[in-house]
């Protein structure tokens, strides 16, 4: 299991959260929860669709996210009802990520 | 717990009704509308009120600005950070301008959007299980 660290770019303060590495989300997601805990401002929003197509305005916010000793900070992201933290394409472009299946292994390197 | 009263046409309750049959089965309006109404508040309570209407103002203020920044070469393509309801800086870099503005403005619910034709979109489509 990976973990992520989340924390206010200009504040202080950090939660962790368990992470899924999400090839399918333009964007990465932060529990809801996240937005109160670490004082998040609203910075804008973006039009989201979900998996049944349907589309909806959502605030993003500004935080730093470090995991598997990556770290990225001032990253764009968006909040819902989840305990864990999605990193999507956005951050997972920066990485090479190697899926090996058989071995029910992942590899995640800075080349 | 409590117990309220809400009056919606007929029509939306038969559409609400015939919709919740299908996606959930017989007798659990109740508790989709309980869920409608916690997402409700988890995706607007945890941001204080007083942020989220300075934040809603900000972003008004940019779409009625939208079309003046498009027809400017200065802005257009760029980002811009609006606050109380002027935009008080630009630039390419969007973290730059972030930065920027919260070192001068504080940390305040500051609206920021690309001068652009096209609303920004992006796609976070994996399904999840959830298993109960």
């Known amino acids: ?111 | 717990m409590v117990k309220t009263t809400i009056y919606i046409p007929d029509w939306l309750w038969k559409k609400f009704s015939m919709l919740v049959i299908q996606g959930k089965g017989y007798r659990k309006k109740k508790a989709v509308i309980e869920d409608l109404i916690k997402d409700y508040v988890q995706r607007n309570g945890t941001l204080p009120s007083q942020v989220v209407d300075r934040f809603e103002a900000e972003k008004d203020a940019f779409q009625d600005m939208r079309r003046e920044l498009l027809s400017n070469q200065k802005y257009r393509g760029k980002f811009v950070a609006v606050l109380n309801n002027s935009a008080v800086d630009f630039d390419a870099d969007k973290i730059a301008l972030v930065k920027r503005a919260y070192k001068k403005y504080g940390y305040a619910p500051i609206y920021v959007d690309k001068v652009d034709q096209e609303r920004r979109h992006a796609e976070i489509l994996s399904p999840e299980l959830r298993r109960k």
């Open chain 1, 1 to 111: 299991m990976v973990e992520v660290k989340g924390s206010n770019p200009y504040l202080r303060g950090s939660e962790k959260a368990r992470v899924k590495l999400d090839t399918g989300a333009g964007m990465s997601v932060i529990p809801q929860d996240w937005v109160e805990r670490l004082r998040l401002m609203p910075l804008g929003v973006i039009d989201v669709s979900g998996f049944d197509g349907e589309w909806r305005e959502v605030r993003t916010f500004m935080v730093d996210l470090a995991f598997s000793g990556f770290r990225f900070d001032w990253v764009e992201v968006i909040a819902s009802r989840r305990d864990d933290v999605l990193i999507g394409r956005h951050i997972l472009n920066h990485l090479k990520v190697t899926l090996d299946g058989k071995s029910l292994a992942l590899n995640i390197e800075d080349p």
